[in-house]
T-cell receptor
Framework: DADVTQTPRNRITKTGKRIMLECSQT?????MYWYRQDPGLGLRLIYY???????NKGEISDGYSVSRQAQAKFSLSLESAIPNQTALYFC???????????????FGPGTRLTVL | GDSVTQMEGPVTLSEEAFLTINCTYTATGYPSLFWYVQYPGEGLQLLLKATKADDKGSNKGFEATYRKETTSFHLEKGSVQVSDSAVYFCALKGGSNYKLTFGKGTLLTVNP
């Protein structure tokens, strides 16, 4: 079984709808991240969480919210979806290592979201 | 702030050709450097890493050397295979920061 799973894998929705993307991990990591990938732009960080009570905005958090329901679960919500939120969304996890300089991130398979 | 610049794609090669994907970075302190690979329909996987100057990361025939003097971390492979077709991302993590900063990605297509 995959260590980091995302549901749904694909979603088509309409402008104004509320959407939730879910991420679960079995790696036992404390840190979890949400990124979006757009063609030609690489990956950009939306939100990150260092533990259940520690949630932080990334570089493009406007229009998104998150919930860390448990160590293993981190959900991303679009309260009112708009077309420019059409993208590939990735969840990632990492361990909380003492060595700050290196901290491998493990990615889920992604959710392709289309907002019409 | 931190930034990563990698060569624009797409790159198309024949099987057994030599591959270089250039990556340069701007960062404060002493970042760790990474190459991630994204195969079609999948998430990103760590391909290799280097955590200090002159370190060479290697995996699956790919190599990259952390060059502090030129702020570079170019990815190379001596003989590519069709199965290497993927998008490759260069990334850095700052010395005092959790955050990964990614380049824009380079699409590699290897033809038989």
């Amino acid at each position: 079984d995959a260590d980091v799973t995302q549901t749904p894998r694909n979603r088509i929705t309409k402008t104004g709808k509320r959407i939730m993307l879910e991420c679960s991990q079995t790696k036992g990591h404390d840190r979890m991240y949400w990124y979006r990938q757009d063609p030609g732009l690489g990956l950009r960080l939306i939100y990150y969480s260092f533990d259940v009570k520690d949630i932080n905005k990334g570089e493009i958090s406007d229009g998104y919210s998150v919930s860390r329901q448990a160590q293993a679960k981190f959900s991303l919500s679009l309260e009112s979806a708009i077309p420019n939120q059409t993208a590939l969304y990735f969840c990632a996890t990492s361990d909380d290592l003492a060595e700050v300089s290196y901290n491998e991130q493990f990615f889920g398979p992604g959710t392709r979201l289309t907002v019409l | 702030g931190d930034s990563v610049t990698q060569m624009e794609g797409p790159v198309t090669l024949s099987e057994e050709a030599f591959l270089t994907i250039n990556c340069t970075y701007t960062a404060t302190g002493y970042p760790s450097l990474f190459w991630y690979v994204q195969y079609p329909g999948e998430g990103l996987q760590l391909l290799l890493k280097a955590t200090k100057a002159d370190d060479k990361g290697s995996n699956k025939g790919f190599e990259a050397t952390y060059r502090k003097e030129t702020t570079s971390f170019h990815l190379e492979k001596g003989s590519v295979q069709v199965s290497d077709s993927a998008v490759y991302f260069c990334a850095l993590k700052g010395g005092s920061n959790y955050k990964l900063t990614f380049g824009k990605g380079t699409l590699l297509t290897v033809n038989p």
